[in-house]
């Protein structure tokens, strides 16, 4: 935690007046209010589900959009109704924003009967209205540098531009995603960004967000308009609608291997929310069906998974660029398949650790003893946050993550295994956990290419129990998958490249390149359970995004760490569950909502206050119940969000794979 000196810093606040931004950021949300946040009022006025919050720029309006098909505008401060309007809407509101550069007059919504709508708050009248969308429009977004201008994403595929200069009636298309992924392809979130308004980021059915860049969309339309006029055209002419290089895709790297299993299981990865952190460096994502992720903008990493067929070349194209020395992410591949590298950078393995991070790493070793799973990947991490060049917790880390076993834990392990062995070749545990993550994220025949190299590097350990083990288990999986044609022919398919046997449904070859090209998350935030609604936010929280907030199916709200991604709140924000979830713009004051009627404020109670009675103290206990509640049968989680109680939900759908790893001397004990 960030020490703070409050006597020093309002003294230069009040000496030097630059400094005043400064101490409003650095202030802004801290740990001692994140400790003390409570319930602050309730804004009763909906009478029906609240499922859009919108702050204006000064943060003293706030705009509620609900499926009585109404709009409010409060006082937050005063926590009263400032002004009702029947927005002419004939359904639910999914999304309300306020026009830049309008003083707050203009209210922007979009709603489930597929139109949006522009208000005029000072008579309390629709002035504009646009029904172009064929479906439900979920998400609408503004930018500051574009007065007049704002886009719509809706469940048709498409993301619309409009500027109300030039018509009050009309759109365009900016980007329509079922040229690339069929007609089924659903639009259901967008943000702009806040430091760069010219990149737009999108969500949508399927487990990759794209980030275009506007400009050029729209500079190479102006470009090609021309040779839309009669005339001569060659049959290699192709119009493309977004140009090369306009788009990038990021995507979780185990996510595409693993979304043909959630298919199978009735579970949708579908991107709920994305968000710009107030830099614009970082692009933060609310992925409905697994967890939240954070995406680093500027220092972009490829997956560390393998998208192409097992036998390959040290030439063939990994995620579509040429690796002509074969490396990628530490791991090389040659034409036999995979093995590690064997010219890791030498890397110094540091000193011993201090004290005090001594200290914290052996409570974590003790929480593992305990299998306080959570607990010690929690201190691994703050210890890693003091120490990143410190391989042994990188190791033990991986190792409680195999054990924890939440979706997306192993390839979180398999990416602390390789950090581990850049900072230290010689780790024997990180490179048979390193096999180990291989066989359980579904790389058979890389686990197996693995596992024969750990034992040339370590021949004493090449005859260990777990060693026999995992090679027995790999074998096993191996020879069930040469019996029939069908699962050998999915062996030897590359996983992201999935297309369905439907028209409608198919991806363009134009996605397959965009998305074997798409960059890894640099973090994750578990804990909370994102599968009944697809409207559930994730937000910063902060001036800095020190901390990442989230809504949840168990009608609590969760709030992490952003650097060490440890759990640090949880509050119960709803009877059922909380979808919304908007920081004010400068001052820790956070605005919620969910399947309630109500809008609730929450901020810093007086420390002399009563025991907060929304506080959930097993934070442990409820990610748990979010993990089963994710992995659970789809009619489960219907009773489960109808009020009945599921005392027998099993733990085997709480893992990423169902199967206990068998460990022997090897992988045993942290380090």
Known sequence: MELF?????????????????????????????????????????????????????????????????????????????????????????????????????????????????????????????????????????????????FWSAAEDGTVRQYDLRESSKHSQILVDLTEYCGQHVEAKCLAINPQNNNYLAVGASGPFVRVYDVRMIHNHRKAVKPSSAP??????????????????????????????????????LVATYVAFNPDGTELLVNMGGEQVYLFDLTNKQKPYTFLLPKKHHSNDLQNGKSM??????????????????????????????????????????DAFSLQQWTQAIQLYSKAIQQAARNPMLYGNRAAAFMKRKWDGDHYDALRDCLKAISLNPSHLKAHFRLARCLFELKYVAEALECLDDFKGRFPEQAHSSACDALDRDIKAVLFAKTDTSDEKKTGSTTPIRIRSSGRKDSI????????????????????????????????????????????????????????TTNLVRVL???????????PHPRHCFLATSGIDPVVRLWSPRPETEDQNERVIEDMEGASQANQRRMNADPLEVMLLNMGYRITGLTNSGMASDDEESTEGQVQCRPS
Not at 33 to 49: P, Q
Not at 515 to 541: L, M, P, Q, W
């Open 5 to 149: 000196n409050v006597t020093r810093d309002l003294i230069q606040r009040q000496i030097k007046e630059r400094n005043t931004l400064q101490f409003e950021r650095r202030y802004h949300v801290i740990d001692p209010f994140i400790k003390r946040l409570g319930l602050e009022c309730e804004l009763e006025g909906h009478s029906g589900c609240v499922n859009c919050l919108e702050w204006n720029e000064k943060g003293d309006l706030l705009a509620s959009g609900s499926d009585d098909q109404h709009t409010i505008l409060w006082d937050p401060f005063s926590c009263k109704k400032l002004l009702t309007m029947h927005t002419g809407h004939t359904a639910n509101i999914f999304t309300v924003k306020f026009l830049p550069h309008s003083n707050d007059r203009t209210l922007i919504t979009g709603a489930a009967d597929s139109k949006v709508h522009v208000h005029d708050l000072t008579v309390k009248e629709t002035i504009h209205m646009f029904g172009e969308h064929t479906n439900r429009v979920k998400r609408i977004a503004a930018a500051p540098m574009w007065p007049n201008t």
């Open 231 to 268: 005339g001569v055209h060659t049959f290699c002419d192709r119009y493309k609608s977004v140009p090369d290089g306009a788009v990038q895709y990021y995507v979780a790297g185990h996510l595409p291997v693993k979304q043909p299993d959630y298919n199978n299981r009735l579970r949708v």
């Open 324 to 365: 002509a020395n074969g490396v990628t992410n530490g791991i090389h591949l040659h034409s036999n398949g995979f093995r590690l590298s064997e010219a890791w950078p030498q890397s110094s393995v540091p000193s011993e650790l201090s004290p005090h991070l001594e200290k914290l790493k052996q409570q974590a070793n």
């Open 508 to 563: 363009s070859d134009d996605e397959v390149i965009l998305r074997e090209r798409g960059y890894d998350y640099k973090s994750r935030y578990c804990g909370h359970c994102n599968t009944t609604t697809d409207i559930k936010e994730a937000n910063f929280f902060g001036s800095n995004g020190q901390y990442i907030v989230s809504g949840s199916d168990d009608g609590s709200f969760f709030i992490w760490e952003k650097e």
């Open 572 to 582: 119960q924000g709803d009877e059922s569950i909380v979808n919304c979830l908007q």
